[in-house]
């Protein structure tokens, strides 16, 4: 079935309420058991629009959930830290740009996270497969601002404790 993005995004939420999904492929099949087609790329799209977080689940492992209340989202750059964390491979800077790059299929998770992070030091982002052009706003450098998203990407010593 050609669900709609905003079917296929219900489908989703429900799913998860329902099941401890520990990855993106199996949320693929779930959905397919459903008659939804749907690729990883897509379902990594709505995850990150429904603001989907991992946490752990009763047997420990990772899974996917959405946070039922606004008050129950984290907020956008303890997001963003999550995100660069996980999924930007490598960053580097020339004059105002800085060039972010990740893993094939999920420049665009990475964009959406900086764009809604809201950062005064941020004039905008370009997304494509694997690469994020992440514009520096007027007096922030390109290399200052590729520090502090290396420094967030940075695992927090405190969580290693």
Do not use: F
Request: proline fraction near 5%; hydrophobic fraction near 45%; glycine fraction near 8%.
């Amino acid at each position: 079935m050609r669900a709609t993005k905003t079917q296929r995004q219900h489908r989703v939420s429900q799913i998860l309420k329902k099941e401890a999904v520990t990855s993106q492929s199996e949320l693929v099949r779930l959905l397919a058991e459903q008659g939804v087609d749907a690729t990883q790329v897509t379902v990594s799209r709505d995850l990150e629009e429904l603001g989907a977080v991992r946490v752990r689940g009763a047997g420990g492992a990772l899974v996917y959930a959405i946070p039922e209340g606004p008050d129950d989202r984290p907020a956008p750059e303890l997001h963003l830290r999550r995100v660069l964390g996980e999924w930007m491979a490598d960053v580097t800077s020339s004059a105002n740009l800085v060039i972010v790059r990740t893993p094939p299929g999920c420049a665009h998770v990475v964009a959406s996270a900086l764009d809604r992070a809201g950062l005064a030091d941020i004039a905008g982002t370009v997304a494509g497969d694997d690469t994020v052009l992440v514009i520096a706003a007027e007096g922030v450098g390109g290399s200052a601002l590729a520090r502090r998203l290396a420094d967030m990407a940075a695992p927090d010593p405190e969580q290693d404790r």
